[in-house]
Structure formats: C-alpha cells, structure tokens
C-alpha cells in the first residue's frame, strides 16, 4: 500500500512539470491518447512512452465491442529495439502497474538488467484504462456511510459486530449492480482470464509492431502478488506463450477464485513473532521496544494487546486543540496488519509506538483503523467478477466458518484479517458474466510450459505464504521455486538480494536455478534499509 502512495506522489509531481515542458509532444496523462489496435507509443513521463491498446471486452464475442487498456514502457540504458520487453503485472486486484513503474523507474533496470523494456499497465477496469466502475456514482456521503456500518473494528464472531458485518456488505453489492446497470453494462468484464487475454494481445501486437510473427510471441513478465494470479491463469490458458515469467508473493489462484483465500493467513502470526526476534537482535539502540530476550517483548506486546481489549483509551484532543478520539484494540490490530507488508521499513516504526504506548501515550494509534485502507472499487470488481459462481463465501455460515478459521490460525491478526480482505462484500454482486469471462477448472498446465515458471517467495511471506508458492508450482511440471530468506509481502519489496536478483537476471538469460535455492538475507529490519 505504502508503495502505491509514493508512486502516487511521484505522479502528481510528474503531471506538476507538464506546465515547465518544452516538449509539446509529452504528455503527462492517458486523456489524450487514442486508443488503437495496435501499439502506437506517445512520449509521457519524461522519459517513458505510452500507449492505449484497444481489446475485445469479450474474446468469443467480438460484436459485443471493445474497451481499452493503458500500457507505459520505459527503455533500459542498454536496451535496443529488439530487446525482450519485461511487463510488470501489480498486485490487487485493483492494482495500478502504471504507478508501479513511474515509482520503480531508478530501480527496475537495477533488479533485472538494463538490457531489457520495461513495460507496465493498468488492468481493464483500473485507473487509466476502460471499464471503471465507481459503485456510489460519486456520492461520497454514502460511500462513507457505507463504511461507518459495514467496517465496525475486528471481527468477533461472538458480538454484534459479527453480523452486522454480514448483512451490512449486500448494501455495498447493491449500490455496484446499480452502477453497472445505470452506467456501465460491461463494467464487470474485468475478470483476470480477460486481463491475461489482453496480455497476450500486446505481446502479439509488439511481435507485429517489430516485424515478428504473432503467433510465435511469447510474454515476459514479473508479476507480484495478485499478479502472480495473472500470470497463473495466463501459464493455464496459454501454456505454450511463456518466454520468461517470474512470479513473486504467490496467491494461491484456486482459492482466489473461489473467494476462500484461507492459505493466506499461514504465516501471520511467524511475522510477528519475527519481530521480537529482529528486535531482540538488531539491540536496544536500534529497536526502541527493545527487551532481554525475544520472549520478554512478545510477552510485553501482548500485555499492550490485552490492555487495549479490555480498555481503549480516550484522547480528548484539549491541550492540542485537536479532534477527540477513542484508541481501540482495532486500532492497534490495523498496525499490525499494515505493518506485516514491508517490514524492513514498518517494524522500526511499530516498535516506536508500541514503547510510546508502554510510557502511556496513545496518539500515535488514533484513528488507524478507520485510516486503513479500503479495498477498491475496481479491486472489487474484478475479485467478486473472478468468483461469480465459484464464491465459497456467501452465506453467513460460510462467513463465521472462514472468520473461525483465521482466529484459530492466527492470535495476532486472524480477527482482523476478514475485514482487512472484505472478501464477504462479493455477496450480493451480481456480474451475470458469459462462461468465457470465467476460469473454469483447476490452474496449472499439463505438461511443461514452454519455458518453466520461476516461482520466488519470501521464507515468511504473512500474506501469499510459501505454503501457496509450493502448491501453484507444483501445478505447473518443469517449475523452480526460489527462495528468498525475509520476513515480507514479496521479495522485490524488502529489497531481494544481490543473489536474488542475480538468480533472476540469468533466469531472464536462460539459466533456470535449481528448485528451492534460498538466497541469504541481507537486508534486515532495524539494522538495515534498501528502499
């Protein structure tokens, strides 16, 4: 999340010199760019190019017409025009890979060789590109009240809270089926098999646009989190198109798709408790809730838990003339959660208020579980599109079930992880999608693809778990998984490794690792940082 935040900002920077250019063919925006059948690139950014690539909205259905998908490149220092373009596939769903580039631009060529193009894009139905869906129709005031009634804090399955979670999420599908049928029909062909689709159509378009055969083509691709995802549905559709693709942060895809993501919570809880033993280690003067042993800082951290469940503390705001605020044991679960993504820059900052909570000060916690962020509209879309007709979570006992389930896998996190996901808002969508928008079936090829997947995680990845890495690889015959020693959501976000991205680069050259080599830390929460 944090990531998308700073590429956010980068692109509100990058639109700000639009008024100093001099260059009156750039562009700072995918406004004024036509969309086409074929890849016609627009200088943009400063020092990228743009395009808008227009698909079918159904590929058995041509007639139904087309929508447009928003792609951005940027040419490494050694690259020529007949090097292999890499597309960077954001996670989500709802992800927006057009802000992933403008903020890796310093440092992809770093990772994966200057030698290549480096391509990303905006899924159909995100950002810059077609079928947007904004399910209050810009009615802000009820997007809020939306929320007010729906994310009540953790959810405990022995309060109210519990079913007022349940039964407020059909108001959230009500006012998107609304959207789709006022506003947008099509708005709900976002699906990831179209998404995979599309990619398949601009590595055939840019096959064409140099001279190539299409129908020899094949996709290179880095995809993370969700968009390993992608990548799995495109290795299962199209097994034969792969020319290199390395997948980070696996999602376990079945259960993506049947809106059951149970895996995800398996290594939550090992997060945590690596942050009292990074703390522990890195010393007192590094780590501010530094103690004697690890034990004694988990034991510490959960006294704080126990204390903010049993009494929140109120902030009157008087001699600060601020607003007035409640600090809850939701709160404190929303830093954790948040905190588990990238912990070589968010664990120094836990422990900081976790030791400000020990001396009785609060502050810091105020308002952070309203502050956390909500799912997309588009994320949304294209997640409850993806499980229509597969949703493993519609009723209230299949919701109770799945939150049970997280509670007693994970002390720490499994009571916020429901809400965190909102997976139960797929509910009451109601897409009323032709099969061909549907993955049918189980992911994973027959035989060997056409050159074998490289799987990579973290050893503790908290949110696409190791366990998902070793099942989705095992899909697919002729597969490695390599591995990364790191507590995190992927490894290219805590940094990887000069061994990690070694291994990658000769992957991209040809060179397939041995399954299961792990890569040595060497970036490390509170000793050291590579962002």
């Not at 447009?68 to 690259?79: E, M």
């Not at 590109?129 to 022995?158: K, M, P, Q, W």
């Not at 001699?319 to 007035?324: A, E």
Request: proline letters at 6%.
């Amino acid at each position: 999340m944090k990531r998308l935040v700073n590429a956010l900002i980068l692109l509100m920077g990058l639109r700000c010199k639009a008024d100093s250019s001099n260059d009156p063919g750039m562009v700072y925006g995918f406004d004024n760019i036509e969309p086409s059948s074929n890849l016609s690139w627009k200088p943009c950014f400063d020092g990228f190019t743009c395009s808008k690539l227009k698909v079918p909205l159904d590929y058995s259905n041509t007639t139904l017409g087309t929508t447009s998908v928003a792609f951005i490149k940027l040419a490494g220092k050694n690259a020529t025009s007949e090097s292999p373009s890499i597309v960077l596939v954001d996670g989500g769903p709802g992800g927006s890979g057009v802000a992933l580039l403008l903020s890796y631009r310093d440092r992809v060529g770093q990772f994966l060789g200057e030698q290549y193009n480096f391509v990303s894009f905006d899924p159909r139905g995100v950002n810059n590109s077609g079928l947007v869906l904004d399910c209050f129709s810009g009615n802000a005031e009820a997007r809020s009240a939306f929320n007010r009634v729906h994310r009540t804090g953790v959810t405990n399955i022995s309060s109210s809270s519990f079913e007022e979670q349940y039964y407020s999420s059909s108001i959230y599908g009500e006012w998107c089926n609304n959207a789709v049928q006022s506003e947008s029909p099509h708005a709900y062909y976002v699906t990831t098999p179209a998404v995979a689709h599309d990619l398949l159509t601009f590595t055939e378009a840019e096959a064409s646009l140099a001279g190539r055969s299409q129908s020899d083509a094949k996709l290179w691709c880095y995809g993370v989190s969700y968009g390993t995802v992608v990548g799995t549905t495109f290795a299962s559709m199209f097994p034969d198109r792969i020319g290199r693709m390395i997948l980070d942060g696996i999602l376990n895809a079945d259960q993506y798709y049947d809106n059951d993501w149970r895996d995800s919570i398996d290594q939550m809880d090992e997060a945590i408790e690596k942050f009292s033993s990074l703390c522990h280690s890195a010393g007192s003067e590094m780590c501010s809730f530094w103690g004697p042993t690890p034990t004694d800082i988990m034991n510490r951290l959960d006294g704080i838990i126990l204390q903010l469940k049993n009494h929140p503390v109120p902030i009157s705001g008087v001699q600060t003339r601020g607003l007035p605020a409640l600090v809850t044991y939701s709160d404190l679960k929303a830093l954790f959660i948040n905190s588990i993504y990238t912990p070589i820059t968010s664990f120094p900052v836990v422990a900081d208020i976790l030791h400000q909570l020990e001396d009785g000060d609060a502050s810091a916690l105020a308002g952070m579980f309203d502050e956390l962020a909500n799912p997309s509209d588009a994320g949304h879309a294209i997640q409850c599109s993806d499980s229509y007709r597969r949703n493993k979570l519609t009723t209230i006992e299949e919701f109770k079930s799945s939150a049970e389930y997280a509670i007693s896998k994970s002390r720490y996190l499994g009571d916020i992880d429901p809400i965190f996901f909102d997976n139960i808002v797929c509910t009451s969508v109601q897409p009323q999608l032709p099969d061909s928008m549907l993955f049918q079936g189980q992911i994973g090829s027959d035989g060997p693809t056409s050159f074998p997947i490289l799987f990579a995680s973290n050893t503790i990845d908290p949110l696409t778990p190791l366990k998902s890495a070793r099942t989705m690889s095992a899909r697919f015959p002729g597969s490695v998984l390599l591995l990364q020693e790191a507590v995190g959501h992927t490894v290219v976000d805590q940094g990887g490794s000069n061994c990690y991205f070694g291994y990658v680069q000769a992957y991209l050259q040809g060179i397939v690792p041995s399954s299961n080599t792990t890569c040595p830390q060497e970036n490390i929460p509170f000793v050291n940082s590579p962002m």
